[in-house]
């Protein structure tokens, strides 16, 4: 199985402040029909998780633009230029390449 | 409004069954692949399953293959996931998402204690 490694996994950050949450993998994630299926997910306390960004880099509808994502093969790293209160919960990169999925542990965005 | 709704959790005793239920609103579920996520308490999130948009392949989590089934009914734009033979481990909250989790449902607890 593709184990994903995440860091840090508790990441205490000053509203204002970028955050930077890092996700590797055990093999690489690109796949034979061209795309790599790494995806970030935000869950805030209580609530569902949501898919902040699709394979690597792709913001969804309605995602800020101060979420970005980048990366390649291995290694994949999801950017917030500037935290803001609504982004304290728990952030996932998940590997849809390889059988079976898998998560990262999760990182825990909290405000210092 | 896309919209996915789960149902059918509950307390169930070790070696038990359950069958959930997702019922997708707002979007065409035969035209995606669908997906069962786990979250323990207080724990990360866990691919349980998938199946593909005409049912023909499903692949699951090595903890649940030959206990767990996930199967689809498009015709009625719901997805299942039939639990059979329960263990504790098995207590979380079970959500159904669209393919690599592009929608979520609320998720549905299901607890194994006796």
């Known amino acids: 199985d593709v184990v994903m490694t995440q860091s840090p996994l508790s990441l205490p950050v000053t509203l204002g402040q970028p955050a930077s949450i890092s996700c590797r993998s055990s093999?690489?994630?690109?796949?034979?029909?061209?795309?790599?299926?790494l995806h970030w997910f935000q869950q805030r306390p209580g609530q569902s998780p949501r898919r902040l960004i699709y394979?690597?880099?792709n913001r969804e509808s309605g995602v800020p633009d101060r979420f970005s994502g980048s990366g390649s093969g291995t290694d994949f790293t999801l950017k917030i230029s500037r935290v803001e209160a609504e982004d304290v919960g728990a952030y996932y990169c998940?590997?849809?390449?390889?059988?079976?999925?898998?998560f990262g542990q999760g990182t825990k965005v909290e405000i210092k | 409004e896309v919209q996915l709704v789960e149902s059918g959790g509950g307390l169930v005793q070790p070696g038990g069954s359950l069958r959930l239920s997702c019922a997708a609103s707002?979007?065409?579920?035969?035209?995606?692949?669908m997906t069962w996520v786990r979250q323990a308490p207080g724990k990360g999130l866990e691919w349980v399953a998938s199946?593909?948009?005409?049912?023909?392949?499903?692949y699951y989590v090595d903890s649940v293959t030959g206990r767990f089934t996930i199967s689809r009914d498009n015709a009625k734009n719901s997805l299942y996931l039939q639990m059979n033979s329960l263990r504790a481990e098995d207590t979380a909250v079970y959500y159904c998402?669209?393919?690599?989790?592009?929608?979520w449902g609320q998720g549905t607890t299901v607890t194994v204690s006796s």
């Open positions: 998402a669209r393919g690599r989790g592009g929608v």
């Open positions: 707002g979007l065409t579920l035969s035209t995606y692949w």
């Open positions: 199946i593909k948009e005409d049912g023909s392949a499903q």
């Open positions: 093999q690489s994630l690109a796949h034979s029909d061209g795309n790599t299926y």
């Open positions: 394979r690597v880099s």
């Open positions: 998940m590997q849809g390449t390889h059988w079976p999925w898998t």
